[in-house]
């Protein structure tokens, strides 16, 4: 199968990505450029998964398959600025890059599918956004910004912050070294950080969440519509606790002072000297609030 050059790029690339080169064919696309560190790469991906990792170079390459036979319409734009580089799915002269692309889609039979493999070299952020499709970050060495309409997303060794939003499947973020907000329409959610501070938010599912410190003084929330709610922190915790549950009930680790009049299935106090609010709810599942170390 022969490989077509696409020449369009090659003057106007801005300094963010340099010496970049991309490929197509029938069944194939792939892009390959160096970004500054500080840099972002952007992902709109209409529909499919997405796998982030490590590059061992300092070139950014993307590699995208394409998944089922509507996806002979699709094709995919770099796009450039300030900030770095963003690959947008065209399907039907459609680019997933446009702020209406929303509206009048025909997907009757189907959404076009493609897998994403991505490597991202040291330093550069990832603002990744699919449709539909699980989404896997290893070894991210900056910011990571994850959007799916629908899928898991697992999120592994990462530095800086983590932000994550699917409409419907479970989280993982492990090993992040930084702050961590994670939201899920229904499923559960893992967090696992060495540096919080950390909000989780589930429609439907039990959340699990480690911080080894914590670093400023932003509020963190824990709420899920049904399930379990278990968040341990450093032993030198002070903050304002606000923890309920439709049904279950509430065990700390933590010494707390008692604001008001005492309900076990809804807790107001204040842990050491107070300061930031944490605030735990489930509609119905057991709230514990663990020491870390």
């Not at 992902?43 to 993307?62: C, K, L, M, P």
């Not at 089922?68 to 300030?82: H, I, K, P, T, Y």
């Not at 961590?180 to 229904?186: F, H, L």
């Amino acid at each position: 199968m022969s490989l077509s050059r696409n020449l369009i790029l090659v003057a106007a690339l801005l300094p963010a990505a340099l010496a970049a080169q991309e490929r197509t064919t029938a069944d194939l696309f792939t892009w390959s450029g160096r970004l500054a560190a500080g840099s972002t790469l952007g992902i709109r991906h209409y529909n499919g998964a997405i796998d982030v990792r490590e590059s061992t170079t300092d070139r950014v390459e993307v590699r995208a398959e394409r998944r089922n036979s509507r996806s002979g319409e699709l094709s995919f734009q770099v796009q450039n600025d300030a900030n770095g580089v963003t690959i947008c799915g065209v399907f039907r002269g459609r680019n997933a890059c446009d702020s209406g692309r929303r509206g009048g889609w025909d997907w009757d039979e189907g959404p076009p599918s493609s897998r994403l493999t991505v490597l991202l070299p040291k330093g550069v952020r990832l603002a990744a956004n699919t449709g539909n499709g699980d989404v896997t970050v290893e070894k991210a060495s900056n910011d990571v910004e994850i959007r799916s309409g629908n899928g898991d997303v697992r999120v592994t060794l990462t530095a800086g912050e983590v932000d994550v939003t699917t409409g419907n499947g479970e989280l993982e973020i492990d090993g992040a070294t930084g702050p961590v907000r994670a939201t899920t329409g229904n499923g559960r959610v893992y967090v696992l950080t060495s540096s919080g501070p950390v909000t989780v938010r589930t429609g439907n599912g039990e959340i699990d969440v480690r911080m080894k410190t914590l670093t400023g003084s932003s509020d963190m929330q824990f709420i899920t519509g049904n399930g379990a709610v278990t968040v341990a922190l450093p032993s030198t915790f002070n903050g304002e606790i606000d923890a309920s549950t439709g049904h279950g009930e509430f065990q700390s680790d933590f010494e707390i002072k008692i604001i008001g009049r005492l309900n076990p299935r809804h807790i107001r106090g204040t842990i050491g000297q107070g300061g930031r609010t944490l605030k735990m709810v489930s509609g119905n599942g057991r709230l514990e609030l663990r020491k870390a170390n």
